[in-house]
């Protein structure tokens, strides 16, 4: 992907990138990972590869269509990587690619930030 | 906080907590944080106490409701405290809470990848 753009692009991005700047592309990626599902998938495919169906098992509450979808932003910022294999029945599957292992590990500084912490949170939330 | 509820249920519960898990309470903070809104909140506010209006400037995009909302539910999680000061005309202001802190600091983890490494992903988003 970095061929893609030259040099000088490339630090004209860094040097304005800004989550809090609504038209910022790095907000509609921050939107992407952290939309409903994004950030459980992400985390899901820490483990490796996975199939659709096993994808669906593991994040409890998600319906086919928002995963479907979720896979498919994922997909198209460059974070996940679909793979159909050439096989009858078919047979197609998802994994991180290097910069989506990259951002999941950040996931997980969050979640099991969350998850440790439950306790010290409100009563009511825990 | 932490002495509203036993060290036999804390343990119990940082057992327990999977953000995978639909009716886990971690999974209901999970969703607060990273609601539309909730990230963008929490790292505007790690540069200290703020005011509404100064968080509505700050934050691209956000509608008077939807901050509004979002500093509801980050309060009820006790990740943000609302102090409304006793003077006329009224004065409110938030503040991360020390979990909030904490909290934050992982956003930063995830959003900073986010805009750094914006030229690496798909020169759609870029």
New interface residues.
Partial sequence: ??G??GAE??DE??RK???????C???????H????W???VL??LLGGTQRFSALKR????VSERMLAQTLQLLE????VHRHAHDVVPPHVDYTLTA?GR??AE??V???G??????????????
């Fill in positions: 992907m970095m893609s753009i692009m490339q991005i860094l990138a800004d989550v809090m700047a609504e038209a592309p790095s907000r509609q990626i921050l939107n990972v952290t939309s409903r994004g950030m459980l985390l899901a593991r994040i409890g509450g198209a910022d460059g974070l910069p990259e951002l950040k996931v500084g969050l979640t930030w969350i998850e440790a912490n439950l306790p010290r949170l409100t009563p009511a939330a825990a």
